[in-house]
């Protein structure tokens, strides 16, 4: 599996409207929201016009804060190496995602001061689009979509990532740039 590196700040944004540009094709939307951290990195440097909503959810895996205290380490090894651990911890992932039974949810959190605005927008809203930087397992956007869904079931959902790591998920994401390739984003810990 291959690394693609968007840590260049031109180069992410010019990404950024690309995938923008890909999830608008004959489509408007009432309302956008970005995955926290990465998704609402994604949306904030999408051309998404004025006048649609924008907000952000929070669902993280476990392991996402405990990377933050590796970053010091992490930053000093070859680039050969850091790819080498993101394949690694790719394939962990995917062998636990195959172990798994079901998709759980994991809790899923509004943006502070939000939460009612962010309620009545997704109450009123017919297409949404959900932003994140990358699709794994899928588990993250699944939780955050059926909390969308628990609100307003009738609204039409599309899902708008980067990069798509695992075949098996591909089917989470309406649109991506990427599939099967790891990209390494300006807020990696190997950036």
């Known amino acids: 599996m291959s690394v693609v ?10 990404e950024c409207e690309r995938l923008w540009e890909l999830s608008n094709r004959g489509l ?3 309302l956008v929201i970005g995955i926290a951290n ?4 994604v949306m904030n440097a999408m051309p998404v016009p004025g006048a649609v909503p924008a907000f952000t959810m929070t669902c993280r895996r476990p392991s996402t804060p405990f990377k933050r205290y590796l970053r010091p380490l992490i930053r000093l090894l070859p680039r050969s190496v850091t790819d080498g651990l993101r394949r690694i911890e790719s394939a962990v992932r995917y062998g636990m995602f195959l172990r798994q039974s079901a998709v759980d949810d994991r809790p899923v959190n509004y943006a502070l001061g939000t939460s009612m605005q962010l309620r009545q927008a997704i109450a009123s809203a017919t297409r949404i689009l959900i932003v994140d930087d990358a699709v794994d397992t899928g588990t993250t956007v699944l939780s955050v979509k059926r909390s969308i ?3 307003n079931a009738a609204a039409e959902i ?3 990532v980067i990069t798509v790591t695992m075949k098996a998920s591909r089917s989470i994401a309406d649109y991506y740039l990427y599939s099967e390739q790891l990209v390494r984003f300006p807020w990696s810990v190997d950036a």
């Open 5 to 14: 590196n968007l840590v260049d700040r031109r180069r992410f944004a010019s």
């Open 149 to 151: 869904q628990r609100i």
């Open 28 to 30: 408007t939307y009432d």
């Open 38 to 41: 990465g998704g609402v990195s």
């Open 158 to 160: 599309r899902v708008a």
